[in-house]
Each structure stands twice: as structure tokens, then as C-alpha cells.
């Protein structure tokens, strides 16, 4: 018995305890513009009950009854404090002002500023500062957030005039690029030299490399989630900037009475303009544009309404024979709720396409492709207690996949019409995460995603004899297409494959002491999305297709470590990070192989598996009058794949060989020296190992012919690639109680003019019978210029 009351009064004690504690929810806003703030730290004084705001801005906190010094606080903005008596649940809102006037709006909002995140688990995370984006040396004057976490540990392009980014060894189609959670499929424009987000339109942007939240999924390499800005509810006001290649301008304002907000911001080049004047060139047209768009309505303090688009397009024209057009479209209707001061959810609504077209004047034929998805989301965020949050959803996303039809452009063409099967399928998933301190010291970060994949009918399917798509011919020592014995036809309401996998996420973070921590992760994803290509960086060409009969999903497996440790009152920071990553199932194409027009994609691939392993440094300056930071990668990325079903070798005869993105070595030197009030400058300086190519190994006479014999794929590198950029920042009027504000950007890229190969092609000397190779280079120094303003 007394036993049995000692129970209930220890019972009775923590229930009222629990009884005691009392909750405070809000929003942080901008008080300039009223934008919400991502990442602003909510706390109360001399005690360890804290919270930060997600992405729309909302906190909540628990604590026990009593009175309290609340502290609100974000980089770049003054401190707020209120004192508190905590006797009920309690609703504060709070707008921040920025501690100095400035040009720039903060367009990239980390969960905390450039200091190393000590305490939280979550860890492989990359992020900037806004001011130090816009203040670093960009190619042809045109700031670029892409190109600008390229200068992070692990992330690099695939040389100059390429497209897309590799994030530890992973290829360009492993990166899940989300705007305002729409997909982004291809994310550059003007061969890779400018990238879809105009920063004037972003608000925050986030690189996940590893540690990747049981929210995302889809791709096996990292998660690219930028968010739009929502739109200036205080005033009207305009952004924009002229430069040689392209000008931009943005316009906010307040809605509905001071309920919402709009942004439409636009940006276009012009250098098409200039072409006629070159002699070489004066036929060609390259030009882009992009259009951002984004709304939003309080009902009232319980819901808000988000509309956001996007809208971006390339057109060249290359001396009237090729003509070529792609871009991306997106919308997103979202919908927050406030159910009580700990629960919270945004349902989303989001429309994704891609399409290109291409126009060969001298065959007379126009290609037309795109891939088109509709995706529903709820995600809710739960928080439990001061130690504990939740966050749990589901979402369903639909694929259509138009591979590309073939038109002749006229009735005298050759070309016969033909229109390859498109490809249907339905992506759903369910996850649960927890973020979870279990001590002062102890953190952990977990959850689980489980997806299911169908890949859906509405076309017919070949059938291989012994199920081989690709056999191997011993006599001629090479892959060909497997003997089809029949097809069977699926109705659009059936499903030709389905797949399931759970995937399991973890993330743990010791602290050491007040300064430094030790962190380490798990994470598990699966990709139902492949992209096949031929060439080492994304094109329009490129044929993406689902998983299926003969293609199964990539699934991943990634392991990491680091140590994390700040300096001198947090003026120095040093990240070091080691990981492995293992990818099951990742396909590639078959020497000799053809990928366009196929409707037999399957006969023209292998099923193999990747790896990539490496370790990370950041060394980073963050305070003072000059800042910057040192990035190093020690890396190592390689795929095979074996015969498997099909017999014979594999490629490469089943070893291991390189993939096109590995680099041994990658550096980028990065500083920031502000003079005065008027100038600063910048620099950066990248150094990589070269990428690996297949060169040449000999060759034969046939018939008259010189024919080439090649080595091992990816066994040979190009010359390692190396450049050093220099900008100059002029601020000629910096008076706070101007609202027209501008400024002069003056950059020179790749500043000794370093002809940077981006491939080296063999040929054949017409006059000395000989071989010869020649290095092709897109360009040396380019200098610019770019007037910015701020209305």
C-alpha cells in the first residue's frame, strides 16, 4: 500500500508540474518589409528554454510559471527583450529591425548565422550570409547562389559552361532543387553560366548534403530547398540592377489593406543584342528570362494563404541551323494553419514542368520533350516540449514523363513523325521526425520516410527473351539489344512495377564544452527518377525516365562524422567532416549506346552500384573588417557496372572506374575586405583536380581509315582546372534617411586569364596524316560591370 502511494503522489507531483507549464507561440517578422524571419532564436534569459522559427517565421516555447526576460534575436538584427510573467498560454508576435541600413535584403536566411551550429544534431548543412553572396566575385557581374555554394566543402560544377552541381560525388540528376517546394529540373541558364534563382527573389536557400530531414526525399545526393520571398506588407518598393549581360527589377508591395503582400520580380539578358557586331557569331541568338511571382493573404492569425510561381526560359539560335528552347515552369498554392500554440501545418498544392524543343534546320526536324509533375503535401510540426519537436506528413506526387516526339518542320522534310511512349508513375510517401534534446550536452535528431513507387500502364511493354534487355555478344566482345519475344499492354489504371522502401534517418551531436561538439548521421534514401546521359553535366537532350520492369530505384546509404569547433569568441570556425556514401542500383549507359529516340531505354544500360567517400574542411573568419573562409575536399567518387543479367564483363570490365564528377582535390579560397562605409572587396581563388575523360590508346587503319582505340572509361583527367576572381563594391550614397539606395559592382573573373579546358578533342591531321589534339576553352579574363539600386 505504501508503495502504491508513493506511485501515485510521484504521479500527482509531475502531473502538476506539467500542469505548471505554460506555452508561448508567435511569429518573427522584418519591421522594414514584414517579411518572416527563418531561423530567429527565441529564448528566455539565464535558462536553458529556447526555440528557433521554421520556415514561415512560427516558434513556440514551453517553460515552467514564473517571470522571465524573453530575448528575441537574428544575425543582422537588433535584439529584442520583453519581460514576461508566465501564467497562461501566450501569443507574442515581434518584427526586428536591422542593426544597419543596407542595399542588400537578406535573401539567404540560415537557422543561424556563419557560426558553427554547436548544439543542434543536424550537421552537412550548407549555408551563406546574404551580404557576404552578394559581395563575392561573380562571372559576367551577375550574383549567383549557386555558383556561390559551389565554394563550399563538397560541392562542386563540372567546369565552366556546365550545368547543374555535384554534392559529394553524387551526379547532377541526385540533387532534389526545390523553389518554394516546386521541382526544379534543370537549374541553369546561358550554358550554365547564370542559374534560375534571381537573388533579388530569394529569401532563403538551404543545401543539405548529408543528415538529410525525413521530410525530403527522392534523391539520393542532397536537397537544394530555396525559398521565394514573400513580398514587402509595409511599403512599395523596387529592386534591380543593369549589367552587360542581363538587367533585373523587383517590385513588392502591401495587399488587401495590409493583410498581404505581392513580389513580381523579372530578369532578362540581352546579349543577342551585341551578337551582329561579331563577325563570327552575328547569326546567333542566345538569350534568357525568368519571372517570379509570389502573393499571400492573412485571413486571420490562424491562416495564411501563398501563391507563388515561376517562369523561366533559354532560346538559342545558333547561325540559323540549330534552334534550341528550354525552360521550367512552377506553382505552388499553399495554406498555413495555426491549430494551438504547439501545433502547426502547411498544406501544399504544387504544379512542376520541364520542356525543351529543339529545331534542326538542316534535317528539317523539331523534337519536343518534357516531364510534367502535380504534387499534394501536409506537413505538420508539433511541439511536444522545450526538449522535444515534432515533425510528421504526407505528400503524393505524379510523374509524366513525355520522353519526345519527333516532327518534321516541313512538308518537304525527311524525317518520318514518331512519338515515343510516355511514361506515367505515382510517388507517395509518409515520415515522422523528432528533434530531441536529451541533455545539456546530448542531442539527437531521427526519423523514418517510408515512399512507395508505381510506376503506372497506359503504354505497352517489350518483353526480353531469358528477361535480358541487354545481352553480351562473345564473338564481337560488345552489349547489344536483347531479342524481344513479345509485349504486353497496360491499361492506364494498372501498374506495370511497384516499389516500397523505409528510410530510416539519425542524427546525434555530443557537446564537449561551450565551444565545440562532435556530430554524427545516418541517413537512407531512395530515388524512383533517373537521369540518363552520355555527357558529364546536365543538357536538353537529356532522357529522364521512372523506375520500372527493368530500372530499379537508387537507394543510398550515407554514413558521416565531424567535429565542430569555434574560436575566440566566435570569430574563428572550424568544420571538419568525413563521410561514405553507397548508392544500390545506379545505372549507366553501354559503349556505343543510343539514348535519344529510343523507346527501348532499358536495351541501352547496365545496373550497377557508386561510391563515394572524402573528408570536408571549412575554415572560416566571421567577424571583423575582413572575412572568408578556406574550403578543402579530399574526395574520392567512383560507379561500376558488372554484367550481371546481361552476361559477359560489365563495363569497364566490372571494375571500379571514375565518375565524370570526381575530383581528388578540390580548394576555393574566399575573402571579404571592407575599407569604409563606400568600398569593399572581394576575392576567391579554385583550384580542382581535373575531371576524369577517356582519352585515346592507340588506333588502326580500316580500309583507308585512321580509327581510334580507347582506354579504360574515365581512366585519364583533363589538366587541373584553376582561376582567380577579384570585385570591388561602391556605395556613393549611404545616408539611412535616403530610401533611394545603389551602389557600383566591379568584377573581373578568372583575372590571369587561365584557358581552363573544358574537353580536348582527337582528330585527324587532312594535311599531315597525323592525330593532334586540340583543348577547347569557353572563355579567359571577362571583365564587368553592374549598377544595383534599391527603391
Known amino acids: 500500500m505504501k508503495q502504491l502511494c508513493l506511485v501515485l503522489f510521484l504521479f500527482t507531483s509531475l502531473w502538476c508540474q506539467a500542469q505548471e507549464q505554460y506555452s508561448i507561440s508567435g511569429t518573427i517578422k522584418d519591421l522594414t518589409n514584414g517579411e518572416t524571419l527563418l531561423g530567429a532564436t527565441v529564448y528566455l534569459k539565464d535558462t536553458n528554454y529556447g526555440a528557433t522559427t521554421n520556415e514561415y517565421g512560427f516558434f513556440s516555447l514551453t517553460a515552467p510559471k514564473g517571470s522571465y526576460t524573453l530575448v528575441i534575436s537574428y544575425v543582422g538584427y537588433l535584439s529584442v527583450t520583453k519581460e514576461i510573467t508566465l501564467n497562461a498560454d501566450q501569443k507574442l508576435d515581434f518584427e526586428l529591425q536591422e542593426s544597419a541600413t543596407a542595399l542588400d535584403e537578406v535573401i539567404i536566411v540560415a537557422e543561424e548565422s556563419e557560426v558553427v551550429s554547436i548544439k543542434k544534431p543536424q550537421m552537412s548543412v550548407s549555408k551563406l550570409n546574404a551580404q557576404t553572396i552578394k559581395q563575392m566575385p561573380a562571372v559576367l557581374g551577375e550574383v549567383d547562389v549557386v555558383k556561390s555554394i559551389q565554394l563550399l566543402p563538397g560541392v562542386t560544377n563540372n567546369g565552366e559552361g556546365s550545368a547543374g552541381f555535384h554534392v559529394r560525388g553524387g551526379a547532377a540528376d541526385q540533387n532534389l532543387v526545390l523553389l518554394d517546394e516546386a521541382i526544379i529540373y534543370n537549374t541553369s541558364h546561358f550554358f550554365g553560366f547564370f542559374s534560375v534563382f534571381n537573388s533579388d527573389a530569394i529569401k532563403n536557400i538551404k543545401l543539405y548534403k548529408g543528415d538529410i530531414p525525413a521530410k525530403y526525399g527522392g534523391r539520393v545526393s542532397s536537397v537544394l530547398d530555396v525559398r521565394q520571398k514573400d513580398g514587402n506588407s509595409k511599403q512599395f518598393g523596387l529592386t534591380g540592377g543593369i549589367g552587360l549581360i542581363s538587367s533585373r527589377l523587383t517590385a513588392e508591395s502591401p495587399l488587401f489593406k495590409d493583410k498581404g503582400s505581392f513580389l513580381i520580380a523579372g530578369r532578362a539578358s540581352y546579349a543577342h543584342l551585341f551578337m551582329p557586331l561579331i563577325e563570327n557569331v552575328k547569326d546567333d541568338k542566345i538569350s534568357f528570362y525568368d519571372l517570379n511571382l509570389k502573393t499571400n493573404y492573412e485571413i486571420n492569425k490562424n491562416n495564411k494563404l501563398y501563391l507563388s510561381g515561376y517562369f523561366g526560359r533559354d532560346v538559342f539560335n545558333l547561325s540559323k541551323i540549330i534552334e534550341n528552347n528550354y525552360g521550367n515552369?512552377?506553382?505552388?498554392?499553399?495554406?498555413?494553419?495555426?491549430?494551438?500554440?504547439?501545433?502547426?501545418?502547411?498544406?501544399?498544392?504544387?504544379?512542376?514542368?520541364?520542356?525543351?524543343?529543339?529545331?534542326?534546320?538542316?534535317?528539317?526536324?523539331?523534337?519536343?520533350?518534357?516531364?510534367?509533375?502535380?504534387?499534394?503535401?501536409?506537413?505538420?510540426?508539433?511541439?511536444?516540449?522545450?526538449?522535444?519537436?515534432?515533425?510528421?506528413?504526407?505528400?503524393?506526387?505524379?510523374?509524366?514523363?513525355?520522353?519526345?516526339?519527333?516532327?518534321?518542320?516541313?512538308?518537304?522534310?525527311?524525317?518520318?513523325?514518331?512519338?515515343?511512349?510516355?511514361?506515367?508513375?505515382?510517388?507517395?510517401?509518409?515520415?515522422?521526425?523528432?528533434?530531441?534534446?536529451?541533455?545539456?550536452k546530448l542531442a539527437f535528431n531521427y526519423g523514418l520516410r517510408y515512399s512507395a513507387f508505381s510506376r503506372l500502364g497506359g503504354q505497352s511493354m517489350t518483353n526480353y527473351v531469358n528477361n535480358q534487355p541487354v545481352v553480351y555478344n562473345n564473338d564481337l566482345g560488345i552489349y547489344e539489344r536483347g531479342e524481344a519475344e513479345s509485349e504486353t499492354s497496360y491499361s492506364k489504371s494498372e501498374s506495370i512495377k511497384t516499389f516500397g522502401n523505409f528510410e530510416p534517418r539519425l542524427g546525434i551531436s555530443y557537446q564537449l564544452n561551450d565551444a565545440s561538439s562532435i556530430k554524427a548521421s545516418y541517413t537512407k534514401s531512395t530515388q524512383y527518377l533517373h537521369l540518363l546521359s552520355n555527357t558529364s553535366s546536365v543538357t536538353p537532350l537529356d532522357v529522364w525516365t521512372p523506375s520500372g520492369k527493368y530500372i530499379k530505384p537508387q537507394i543510398s546509404n550515407q554514413f558521416a562524422m565531424g567535429y565542430y569547433k569555434n574560436f575566440k569568441d566566435n570569430t574563428y570556425a572550424l568544420e571538419l567532416e568525413t563521410y561514405y556514401k553507397h548508392v544500390d542500383n545506379r545505372i549507366d549507359y553501354i559503349d556505343g549506346s543510343d539514348l535519344i529516340g529510343n523507346n527501348n531505354i532499358e536495351t541501352e544500360i547496365l545496373n550497377g552500384e557508386a561510391r563515394a567517400y572524402g573528408l570536408e574542411v571549412l575554415l572560416r573568419k566571421n567577424k571583423g573588417d575582413?572575412?572568408?573562409?578556406?574550403?578543402?575536399?579530399?574526395?574520392?567518387?567512383?560507379?561500376?557496372?558488372?554484367?550481371?543479367?546481361?552476361?559477359?564483363?560489365?563495363?569497364?570490365?566490372?571494375?571500379?572506374?571514375?565518375?565524370?564528377?570526381?575530383?581528388?582535390?578540390?580548394?576555393?579560397?574566399?575573402?571579404?575586405?571592407?575599407?569604409?562605409?563606400?568600398?569593399?572587396?572581394?576575392?576567391?581563388?579554385?583550384?580542382?583536380?581535373?575531371?576524369?575523360?577517356?582519352?585515346?590508346?592507340?588506333?588502326?587503319?580500316?580500309?583507308?581509315?585512321?580509327?581510334?582505340?580507347?582506354?579504360?572509361?574515365?581512366?585519364?583527367?583533363?589538366?587541373?582546372?584553376?582561376?582567380?576572381?577579384?570585385?570591388?563594391?561602391?556605395?556613393?550614397?549611404?545616408?539611412?534617411?535616403?530610401?533611394?539606395?545603389s551602389e557600383w559592382v566591379f568584377g573581373i573573373y578568372n583575372l590571369y586569364s587561365r584557358k581552363n579546358a573544358a574537353a580536348i578533342s582527337f582528330s585527324q591531321n587532312r594535311e599531315t596524316g597525323l592525330n593532334e589534339a586540340s583543348r577547347i576553352s569557353i572563355f579567359g579574363i571577362i571583365p564587368s560591370v553592374t549598377y544595383n539600386f534599391k527603391f
Not at 355 to 377: Q, S
Not at 402 to 417: C, D, F, K, L
Not at 649 to 657: A, L, V
Open 329 to 440: 515552369a512552377t506553382g505552388n498554392l499553399r495554406w498555413n494553419h495555426v491549430f494551438n500554440d504547439r501545433l502547426f501545418s502547411n498544406l501544399s498544392f504544387i504544379y512542376s514542368k520541364y520542356d525543351y524543343n529543339i529545331v534542326l534546320d538542316f534535317i528539317e526536324l523539331d523534337w519536343d520533350a518534357d516531364i510534367t509533375n502535380f504534387n499534394v503535401k501536409y506537413d505538420l510540426g508539433y511541439y511536444v516540449n522545450n526538449d522535444i519537436t515534432l515533425d510528421f506528413g504526407i505528400s503524393g506526387l505524379t510523374y509524366n514523363v513525355n520522353p519526345g516526339e519527333v516532327r518534321p518542320s516541313s512538308e518537304t522534310s525527311p524525317i518520318n513523325p514518331l512519338k515515343l511512349d510516355e511514361k506515367r508513375a505515382f510517388e507517395g510517401a509518409a515520415y515522422i521526425s523528432a528533434e530531441h534534446q536529451i541533455s545539456d
Open 626 to 741: 575582413f572575412t572568408g573562409w578556406l574550403a578543402y575536399t579530399l574526395s574520392k567518387s567512383e560507379q561500376r557496372a558488372v554484367g550481371g543479367n546481361a552476361g559477359g564483363p560489365g563495363i569497364n570490365n566490372g571494375d571500379w572506374y571514375n565518375t565524370p564528377y570526381d575530383r581528388t582535390h578540390d580548394i576555393s579560397l574566399t575573402g571579404v575586405y571592407k575599407l569604409n562605409d563606400k568600398w569593399s572587396f572581394s576575392s576567391n581563388f579554385v583550384f580542382q583536380t581535373g575531371r576524369p575523360v577517356t582519352y585515346p590508346n592507340g588506333q588502326y587503319n580500316y580500309e583507308g581509315l585512321s580509327v581510334a582505340t580507347y582506354s579504360n572509361r574515365n581512366e585519364d583527367r583533363l589538366p587541373a582546372y584553376h582561376r582567380l576572381d577579384v570585385s570591388a563594391i561602391y556605395k556613393p550614397n549611404r545616408n539611412p534617411d535616403k530610401r533611394w539606395k
